[in-house]
């Protein structure tokens, strides 16, 4: 068997009372790029802030790339996870140029200041020309548009040649060109020979793009669906995670959901 890029065994996370989530097993392999779907609540943000050594377990096994949480500094092993979030898009300084957000990527850094050496630019404009940004190098994050600056965020977690690259909601707030736009570009990333393994956490399966060949299903913190693309994303499950009838249609390499509602149909 692959050596795996993550596996997740028994993963408990309790506080207090609260039982965020309960055993969670999951393996990702190399050449797999994954979607995780669920309603709000349904852990997914927990899950993610496990992978990435920010909640302690209760119980379980968490390995990235054979490094076992709390036998490894997780604090280096981050540096091979790349993260995109709302979160870091709101820390961004207004009048930091798109190059320098890039840069900053390296020692994954808010606020970046100095020039970087003359091979990190460089890197970093190949990197602007990657995520198809090469215009915007000197251009202030103030001015830039969602859709570029969820491009150049992408590019910053690149910088750091990361193994794993975790994009959590990334076409929040983009209008519709926009997010097409980006869910293109992700789709070459993904397509790339030297692509980072993608997990892409989303609550609409019309972003689950052909280069994602795996799909992961939580409801209040348990997994209920779990494998291949075509066997997981199916109406019987979906409508179950998001407690309402959810029909899936598959439109070419693509898929729609349509949400019966007190006798509504919304698309």
Avoid at 202 to 207: K, Q
């Amino acid at each position: 068997m692959a050596k795996p890029v993550l596996e997740i065994s028994k993963l408990r996370i309790q506080r207090g009372e609260i039982v965020i989530l309960h055993n969670i097993c999951w393996r990702i392999e190399r050449g797999q790029h994954w979607a995780m779907l669920g309603a709000n609540g349904s852990g997914k943000t927990s899950l993610l802030s496990a992978l990435a050594g920010y909640l302690e377990l209760t119980a379980g096994e968490i390995e990235v790339f054979e490094k076992k949480f709390g036998q490894t500094d997780w604090r280096e092993l981050r540096k091979q996870i790349g993260l995109v979030s709302s979160s870091i898009r709101q820390l961004m300084p207004e009048a930091e140029p798109a190059l320098f957000t890039v840069l900053s990527g390296k020692d994954a850094v808010i606020d970046f200041w100095g020039n970087g050496s003359s091979r990190d630019r460089t890197r970093a404009r190949k990197i602007l020309k990657q995520v198809e940004c090469e215009y915007l190098a000197e251009r202030a994050w103030l001015f830039l548009s969602q859709g570029e600056r969820q491009r150049v965020l992408i590019g910053r977690a690149l910088m750091a040649r990361p193994r794993l690259l975790i994009l959590d909601e990334p076409c929040a707030g983009l209008d519709p060109v926009a997010r097409e736009n980006l869910l293109q570009f992700l789709q070459r990333l993904g397509s790339r020979k030297d692509s980072p393994t993608l997990i892409l956490v989303t609550h609409h399966i019309e972003e689950i793009m052909p280069i994602f060949s795996h799909v992961l299903i939580l409801k209040s913190g348990r997994i209920i669906g779990s494998g291949e693309k075509l066997a997981t994303l199916t109406s019987a499950l979906l409508s179950r995670a998001f407690d309402a009838k959810v029909k899936v249609e598959r439109k070419q390499n693509r898929f729609d959901a349509k949400i019966k509602s007190h006798n509504r149909h919304v698309v």
